[in-house]
């Protein structure tokens, strides 16, 4: 029993470092290093759900901290949390530790220096 969940682990965690976009379960921490210097660092725009309009949000190119995969990944937040990001990145705290608080509209990226 024990191998079979550290077999569907490893196979989930294979996915999330391929995948072009940083996503966190509830509770989850992950660091991450920002990229506001560079061209499309940061963009808000409108942001879709199965083909349809689904609110604004703003889209960061980041690396994770810690992991084999160094591409330019994309991290994207809804409004309330691009105001603590962004207050963070204004600080020149461009290497986050961001924790998800929260489930569907409720949820919350907090942000703290490292």
């Not at 591409?71 to 994207?76: C, D, S, T, Y």
Request: net charge positive; charged share 25%; hydrophobic share 35%.
């Amino acid at each position: 029993m024990e191998s079979a969940k550290r077999n569907l682990e490893n196979a989930s965690n294979a996915w999330r470092d391929s995948s072009k976009y940083i996503t966190l379960e509830l509770n989850e921490e992950i660091d991450l290093k920002f990229h506001p210097d560079i061209t499309d660092g940061v963009v808000v725009k409108q942001d879709t759900f199965q083909g349809e309009p689904s609110g604004w949000k703003t889209f960061y190119q980041v690396t994770h901290i810690g992991s084999a995969n160094q591409e330019l990944r994309i991290f994207k937040a809804n409004r309330n949390s691009s105001k603590f990001i962004n207050a963070e990145l204004a600080k020149g705290h461009w290497s986050l530790r961001i924790k998800r608080v929260g489930l569907g509209t409720k949820t919350l990226y907090q942000p703290t220096a490292i």
